[in-house]
């Protein structure tokens, strides 16, 4: 949501500093329009003055559109701004952080159309040197091979056969460290003496930090902080994302961001009063994912690798928190000024 908010805003910024924001004179031709057409004018002559009308009464509409856009997004951020942004609140729905690495199996039907074949990958995104692994599952497959290949070149990089496994084919390719970031692995599946190809597409790419363990949290004010230790391969701009749980129930999505240099560095990570419990047994945090954000349109983000897959919260004292609301920071207060005065506009 935050994404989009941003970009909306951004739009909205860009189109309300430029001109395009005021209104459209037309000069002599609005002159004509607002008068009276005397009947002996040419019939072309009243056809496009009234043209000329529609086209501006329907500029008119574009402020009261854009208006009423702002006006919708500034309330979805002031609701966003009664929780701190970087421990925003997270429910059973919100399966993009819930799982953001997440591969969604690609399905194919064969001769008989209603049977498929389906390919399901561990995940999305894979950092060196995780392997990639696959499974192949459909009806009558008597083997199957995949096939790795660079997406811009096309470039085949290796071939590999599935293994039967419990009525299944899987594969579990080795990581390399020259895997181009973008590849296809196409699997051919010989189905009833066809060969049926099934593609899909994942994301390799070098480690660029790794979460390497927290540390015990502590108390200050309103917030809970956690110290994250990485180790940086490569300095830049880093966020560091987790979901706070309560047994199984998700809590919270904690953010933070920090500029580091390479080598061993902290990261503190806070999770504001608003959603934390009175007591912290079983509170625990999970599916940590590490980013050296884009520096640039032309950089890509890239991922690093945790270490840790879970830390529990359970010595925490949570009695010592001071139980205030979220007080917006001087810059989020500034951006709902301005949605809120575009709305106006």
Do not use: C
């Amino acid at each position: 949501m935050f994404i989009i908010l941003t970009f909306v805003a951004i739009g909205l910024g860009y189109w309300w500093l430029s001109g395009d924001a005021e209104p459209i004179h037309h000069g002599a031709v609005a002159q004509t329009i607002d008068a009276e057409v005397p009947n002996h004018q040419p019939e072309q002559a009243t056809k496009s003055a009234l043209k000329a009308k529609s086209v501006q009464q329907s500029e008119r509409h574009i402020p009261i559109e854009m208006t009423d856009a702002a006006s919708k997004v500034a309330q979805l951020y002031e609701q966003q701004l009664r929780h701190a942004p970087y421990s925003q609140p997270l429910t059973l729905a919100d399966s993009d952080r819930l799982t953001p690495n997440h591969f969604y199996p690609v399905t194919i039907p064969t001769q008989d159309i209603e049977e498929v074949l389906t390919l399901k990958v561990s995940q999305y995104r894979f950092v060196y040197p995780e392997p990639i692994e696959l499974m192949l599952t459909g009806s009558d497959i008597y083997g199957a091979t995949v096939m790795v290949s660079e997406v811009d070149s096309n470039k085949v990089l290796l071939t590999q056969s599935l293994l039967e496994q419990e009525g299944s084919y899987i594969a579990s390719i080795a990581g390399k460290k020259d895997f181009p970031r973008a590849l296809q692995l196409t699997v051919r599946a010989h189905v009833r003496g066809d060969e049926i190809p099934v593609v899909a597409q994942v994301q390799y790419m070098k480690p660029s930090a790794e979460l390497l363990n927290l540390e015990q949290a502590r108390v200050h004010g309103s917030d809970l902080l956690i110290d994250a230790r990485l180790n940086v391969q490569e300095a830049g701009i880093y966020r560091v994302r987790a979901n706070l749980f309560l047994g199984e129930q998700p809590l919270s999505h904690v953010v933070a961001r920090k500029r580091l240099s390479e080598g061993v560095q902290t990261l503190p990570m806070k999770i504001h009063q608003s959603v934390l419990p009175n007591h912290a047994s079983g509170l625990k945090l999970k599916t940590f994912v590490v980013e050296r954000m884009s520096g640039s349109p032309q950089e890509k983000a890239r991922f690093g690798r945790s270490k840790v897959s879970e830390f529990a919260l359970d010595e925490v004292d949570l009695s010592d928190l001071q139980r205030q609301a979220y007080t917006p920071s001087a810059q989020e207060q500034q951006k709902l000024a301005f949605l809120k005065q575009l709305g106006k506009q």
